[in-house]
């Protein structure tokens, strides 16, 4: 979801900064590899997230269709500090019913429903605790869920709250994807509370997203930058806490969507080039779909950076496949 410290009229106007920036990486534009791969979109979301601009599931098809979606993530959206529109997890798993060829449903639930006593139930589970999350999320892992998210609770990212989630998802084998700022799983220059969490369950995948995850690409990230997207061109200075996460965690994944993501590789594409073919075992690309006229600038942008066919195939659609345990549909 796009962060409230930057308007999507913002976004837009600070994207055609962007577009002039990848207009001049086109030098060669003969030699672009075309986009030969159909996309598996991992991030977007159903339903109302801005007052009278409700994305219905036939709404987000003519999205996809319009720039070769084969299969998009639909993302329920339930904490309070995301949207004054709850996205339930049952409207998502609804839709995936209605389109299961396109659309692949994740579910979500916010850990403040659970309320510390083990001995009794709560609002998550019939039982309490870490066993009542997990008998929820076994729940919808039958209704069809194929992961969680997205997480994005205004709580610190490493909260006992956050970490029974995460308990609960290593143990039923449900990869997250989360929102990471300076409100929302929030964290700090350096990211030590999201390498707490990737310590304690190292088994589980972590999908990150949105500004503080994407500020830390940068070793100058501040916590300025954690809570506003940059101005672009910004160079980004090499040794970022999300590379040397990546590096030492084999279970961390970034999600590509929405204007974090955009802007960490627009920034500086000299880095930002080298840094997509680097891990692109470990990148996924997605659009955070949320209203009917969305334009997303992800695609110029990917078009413009000439990735071997390797490394598209890998960003925009086996990663998901392998990490969802998903049908593998040749592209
Ligand atoms: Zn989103």
Same mark, same amino acid.
């Given at each position: 979801? #796009? ?8 976004? @837009? ?13 086109? @030098? ?188 830390? #690409? ?17 160079? @980004? ?95």
């Amino acid at each position: 979801m #796009i962060s409230r410290s930057l308007s999507r009229r913002a976004f @837009v106007a600070s994207t055609l900064v962007g577009a002039a920036n990848v207009a001049t990486r086109k @030098v060669c534009s003969a030699d672009r590899t075309a986009r030969r791969v159909k996309i598996i979109d991992i991030h977007t979301h159903l339903g109302t997230f801005n007052w009278g601009q409700e994305l219905t599931p036939e709404g987000l098809l003519k999205l996809m269709d319009a720039h070769d979606i084969e299969r998009a993530v639909v993302l329920p959206l339930i904490s309070p500090e995301t949207s004054l529109f709850p996205q339930t997890t049952h409207a998502a798993l609804a839709a995936c019913k209605a389109y299961p060829d396109r659309l692949i449903p994740f579910c979500c639930f916010d850990p403040r429903a659970y309320h510390h006593d083990p001995k009794k139930p709560d609002r998550i589970g019939r039982i309490g605790g870490v066993p009542g999350m997990v008998e929820l999320l076994k729940r919808y892992q039958d209704l069809g869920a194929k992961g969680f998210g997205e997480h994005q609770v205004g709580l610190p990212f490493d909260d006992h709250l956050m970490m029974t989630v995460y308990e609960a998802l290593e143990t039923v084998e449900l990869p997250i994807l989360f929102h990471l700022d300076d409100i929302r799983g929030a964290d700090t220059p350096g990211l030590p509370r999201l390498e707490h969490a990737l310590r304690s369950f190292p088994k589980l995948p972590m999908i990150g997203h949105a500004c503080g995850f994407w500020a830390s #690409i940068s070793a100058d990230a501040t916590d300025y930058d954690f809570g506003h997207y940059p101005t672009i061109p910004k160079p @980004v200075v090499p040794g970022g806490a999300l590379e040397l996460l990546l590096a030492k965690y084999p279970s961390l994944y970034c999600d590509l969507s929405e204007p974090g993501g955009y802007f960490a590789i627009a920034r500086d594409m000299e880095f930002g080039r080298p840094f997509v073919i680097r891990w692109a075992d470990r990148l996924l690309f997605g659009t955070d779909y949320l209203m009917p006229d969305q334009e997303i600038p992800h695609f110029e942008l990917y078009d413009s950076l000439d990735l071997p066919e390797d490394v598209q195939a890998k960003i925009y659609r086996e990663n998901a496949i392998r990490l969802l345990k998903l049908p593998a549909i040749p592209a």
